[in-house]
């Protein structure tokens, strides 16, 4: 099976722009998480997709947001980027079923650096 | 906050056994105890997770102690591929009820020749 694949790679932005990130998950996924993550705070939880429903939200200001599809494939958008979002995004995906919890399957993420 | 606690950094010798220990004594009874481990600006690998039964898998071995409240993530024969941050945490196995995605800082394995 592929992994979980994530587009763009790496990513240059500036100050008050917007940025969308895209994620596809292993096939049969329909749990996708999303993560940031920076030398200063490490590896910290964003959101979680199931089934195009947000079903666990960490504390991200509402700049940060989400979606996902029925193709299971989900997008995040950050607006009015500062010089703090830029980190590397991770997105995770899990072969989930409802109300299960399984092990996460992590892309190589995007690498997003706001000047 | 993180619900574990790891060693900053450990170094292990090619070949030999890498112990990576990890505390989680507030751990409730019905959550899991995952590994990943990150090798450097790649994304997390799963290694292993486990109950409270000792779990191994062909990466490694997960042995959890009797009362739950910490756990040892054994790579049996390290090599220099293995050098990675380990994240131990400690997740529910259902959906029901709040859960969180939370890793912490991790060990910083390096594995010496």
């Known amino acids: 099976k592929a992994g979980v694949t994530q587009t763009p790679r790496y990513l240059i932005k500036t100050r008050g722009q917007q940025v969308t990130l895209s994620c596809s998950p292993i096939?049969?996924?329909?749990?996708v998480s999303w993560y940031q993550q920076t030398p200063g705070q490490g590896l910290q939880f964003l959101f979680e997709?199931?089934?195009?429903?947000?079903?666990n939200k960490g504390n991200f200001p509402g700049r940060f947001s989400g979606r996902q599809f029925s193709n299971s494939r989900s997008e995040m958008n950050v607006s009015t980027l500062e010089l703090g979002d830029s980190a590397l995004y991770l997105c995770?995906?899990?072969?989930?079923?409802?109300?299960?919890?399984?092990?996460?399957?992590f892309g190589p993420g995007t690498r997003l650096t706001v000047t | 906050d993180a619900k574990t606690t790891q060693p900053t950094s450990m170094d292990c010798a090619e070949g030999r056994a890498a112990n990576l220990p990890c505390n989680h004594s507030?751990?409730?009874?019905?959550?899991?105890v995952y590994w990943y481990r990150q090798i450097h600006s790649q994304g997390p690998q799963y290694i292993i997770h486990?109950?409270?039964n000792n779990e191994t898998n062909e990466m490694a071995s997960l042995i959890i102690t009797e009362d739950r409240k910490s756990s040892t993530l054994i790579l049996p024969h390290a090599t220099l591929r293995d050098t990675a941050v380990y994240y131990c945490?400690?997740?529910?196995?259902?959906?029901?009820?709040?859960?969180?995605?939370?890793f912490g800082t991790g060990t910083r394995l390096k594995v010496l020749a």
């Open positions: 997709y199931f089934s195009e429903t947000q079903r």
């Open positions: 507030t751990i409730s009874g019905n959550e899991y």
């Open positions: 096939s049969g996924h329909r749990s």
């Open positions: 995770a995906s899990s072969p989930n079923r409802a109300g299960v919890l399984y092990e996460q399957y």
């Open positions: 945490i400690v997740r529910p196995g259902t959906t029901s009820g709040t859960y969180k995605y939370i």
């Open positions: 486990g109950l409270k």
